[in-house]
């Protein structure tokens, strides 16, 4: 994940992923398939972590605007955590580009997208 929020998706090779990683090409396409699939499996982590996050912060016994805050301290501390510059949000940054013209891709940011709605 940390990867792709670094170059985006189109910008991150397979050696990156390797590097990033520590596994070689062949282990990586044995253990997740082409550099699409583990964006895919990237993504959707990044989503599940985050939402998990925000049900536990939300779900707490404290006043709606404390619980909002919070939400929002949280998701602040990730966009700005990133080497001494702002990072911004996975999602956003790497797969609004993506959503275009990859369907699956797409399916997985709206999925993410209608979860975080729900959960507010």
């Known amino acids: 994940m940390e990867a792709f929020?670094?170059?985006?998706?189109?910008?991150t090779t397979l050696d990156d992923l390797a590097a990033a990683?520590?596994?070689?090409r062949?282990?990586?396409?044995?253990?997740?398939g082409d550099k699409r699939a583990i964006y895919v499996?990237?993504?959707?982590y990044y989503w599940e972590r985050g939402l998990r996050a925000?049900?536990?912060?939300?779900?707490?016994e404290r006043p709606l605007q404390e619980g909002l805050r919070s939400v929002y301290e949280g998701a602040l501390s990730i966009y700005f955590s990133g080497d001494g510059r702002p990072r911004g949000c996975f999602?956003?940054?790497?797969?609004?580009?993506?959503?275009?013209?990859?369907?699956?891709?797409?399916a997985v940011f709206m999925r993410g997208m209608r979860s975080i709605d729900q959960c507010f």
Not at 26 to 32: D, E, H, T
Not at 41 to 44: D, S, T, Y
């Open 5 to 11: 929020w670094k170059r985006g998706y189109s910008g």
């Open 26 to 32: 062949p282990s990586l396409y044995a253990g997740f």
């Open 54 to 60: 925000m049900r536990g912060t939300l779900s707490q």
């Open 21 to 24: 990683t520590g596994m070689n």
């Open 91 to 106: 999602a956003m940054g790497t797969a609004t580009t993506e959503v275009v013209e990859d369907p699956q891709i797409r």
């Open 41 to 44: 499996k990237a993504l959707e």
